[in-house]
């Protein structure tokens, strides 16, 4: 009973750590699939993950922080979609930009809004695990205790891989996302608008990037702390380019992240006699195996990264 116990607590932590990487992973493959490259993911979540707990704490309701999370997600990707977009500038570059400056907007505002630093105070939470209607869950044999240590953010991750897949795969504007990240002169040459597309798609990055980013604020620990995303944005681009930029193949390579953070986890509670360093850096280091074994097996879209000029030659 002890050891099913064990494995049941392991999946429920890895499913609840990979599910904000599912969600920056889906906003990855959908800007990528049009052809931006989207390294500001990382700070897109600190931008969400603050958003959330300030209008929480400013409203009351934390679902009005998920709503504002989302809103200044796609502001923030608004920057990239400008500078990559429409001033055709370097995407990386950008995106790296916009990391720096979340970093340093959001230890600025914390000291003025709340004249501290390190960390918000603690913010309503009532985002309880298996919302009104899910309950039935909990009654399943064996994996009742699984289900009944979820968030409904994980819920909505997961609800979101089936649509990313259905919106990517099998509607129009699916195939003119993937066409306009294979070949934007060719769209562009039935008619596809490849900056409305783009910038749309990168929108989109920006709301499930700052979505992913609440889940770990108001959806975990219910307060903002400097630092606590902690690379997951990079991870979550390691996952969409594991999973070839597939929303399926990105949610099972997240799944994987979340158990190797799930079992560092382990390893600290159970204290394994290793140093503190060596566990903290598990995820990380299985991040970049995974990676070198999908060199040059993953081919991203042929026009992924690269600026695109309305009627150039």
Known sequence: MAEGAIIIAVLAS???????????????????????????L???????????????????????????????GMLTASILAVLAINLRGNQIIAGVAINLLALSLSAFLLELIWKR???????PHALTTNPKGLEFLEKIPVLGDLFSKFTPFVY??????????????????????????????????????????????????GLLAGLAGASLSIGTISLFREG???????????????????????????????????????????????APEFLL???????????VGVVGKAVAPASDGLPYEKGEK
């Open 14 to 40: 890895a499913i609840r750590l990979a599910t904000p990487l599912i969600l920056a992973a889906l906003g990855g493959v959908f800007s990528e699939r049009s052809g931006v490259v989207n390294i500001g």
């Open 42 to 72: 990382e700070g897109i979540m600190i931008i969400g993950a603050f958003s959330a707990v300030l209008f929480t704490h400013i409203t009351g309701n934390p679902w009005l922080g998920v709503v504002a999370a989302m809103i200044f």
């Open 117 to 123: 630093s390190g960390a918000t105070p603690s913010v």
């Open 156 to 205: 909505i991750a997961f609800i979101l891989v089936g649509v990313t897949y259905y919106v990517l795969f099998k509607t129009p504007l699916g195939l003119r996302i993937r066409a306009v990240g294979e070949h934007p002169r060719a769209a562009e040459t039935v008619g596809i608008s490849v900056y409305k597309i783009r910038w749309l798609c990168v929108l989109i990055s």
């Open 228 to 274: 606590m995303i902690a690379g997951q944005g990079f991870i979550a681009l390691a996952a969409m380019i594991f999973g070839k930029w597939h929303p399926v193949g990105a949610m099972f390579a997240c799944l994987f992240f979340g158990l190797t953070s799930a079992i560092q986890i382990l390893a600290q509670t159970i204290g394994i006699d290793w």
């Open 281 to 291: 850096m598990i995820p990380y280091v299985a991040t970049i195996v995974a990676l």
